[in-house]
T-cell receptor
Framework: DVKVTQSSRYLVKRTGEKVFLECVQDMDHENMFWYRQDPGLGLRLIYFSYDVKMKEKGDIPEGYSVSREKKERFSLILESASTNQTSMYLC??????????????FGPGTRLTVT | GENVEQHPSTLSVQEGDSAVIKCTYSDSASNYFPWYKQELGKRPQLIIDIRSNVGEKKDQRIAVTLNKTAKHFSLHITETQPEDSAVYFCAASRSSGGYNKLIFGAGTRLAVHP
């Protein structure tokens, strides 16, 4: 059973703080993704990584950066948190290739509030 | 850029009725179309998916249809039950090397009333 975990379920930070959101997967997957989920906007891709130290921007990368030093861990960094980054953040990790579905296994989410 | 539009944003049905959610996509190269269900307070989970070489796929009470010419696909739930109440997301993607970047719709909140 694939397990994707996130370091915090709820987080409250102040404007201007540097925020780290951690995601860990235990299935040796190459690919890992960070999304943010907002009502009426669905899930929007922030960044993804297809290998250690490799990363690509998603659709809304502004204000975020990422780090993938180890295969199992993918961190999302808010360099200077702002109130418009208050959101639910979801990490996901799918298997690679045509072997079956491209199912994204999601973590439980981190609800971040920036005050 | 790539876009997926999903309608309706909310849907309310009586238990036993059918529910239909529709999505359109902009990237004609998209070849994979999954649907995710997110129950309140839980993570999204894949419920059904379809590839572009198939026009329809069914799994018990849920089915998905795909019209590549019109670039739209739909989720059909028959004999709805209260436990079908959730937010449903459609998505579209195309294979790109070893990964699949999904573009999600905005979601449909389905409420099934007993």
């Amino acid at each position: 059973d694939v397990k994707v975990t996130q370091s915090s379920r709820y987080l409250v930070k102040r404007t201007g703080e540097k925020v780290f959101l951690e995601c860990v997967q235990d299935m040796d997957h190459e690919n890992m993704f960070w999304y943010r989920q907002d009502p009426g906007l669905g899930l929007r891709l922030i960044y993804f990584s297809y290998d250690v130290k490799m990363k690509e921007k998603g659709d809304i990368p502004e204000g975020y950066s990422v780090s993938r030093e180890k295969k199992e861990r993918f961190s999302l960094i808010l360099e200077s948190a702002s109130t418009n980054q208050t959101s639910m953040y979801l990490c996901a990790s799918p298997p690679v290739g045509e072997s079956g579905t491209y199912e994204q296994y999601f973590g439980p989410g981190t609800r971040l509030t920036v005050t | 850029g790539e876009n997926v539009e999903q309608h309706p944003s909310t849907l309310s049905v009586q238990e036993g009725d059918s529910a239909v959610i529709k999505c359109t996509y902009s990237d004609s190269a998209s070849n994979y179309f999954p649907w995710y269900k997110q129950e309140l307070g839980k993570r999204p989970q894949l419920i059904i998916d379809i590839r572009s070489n198939v026009g329809e796929k069914k799994d018990q009470r849920i089915a998905v249809t795909l019209n590549k010419t019109a670039k739209h696909f739909s989720l059909h739930i028959t004999e709805t039950q209260p436990e079908d109440s959730a937010v449903y997301f459609c998505a579209a993607s195309r294979s790109s090397g070893g990964y699949n970047k999904l573009i999600f719709g905005a979601g449909t909140r389905l409420a099934v009333h007993p």
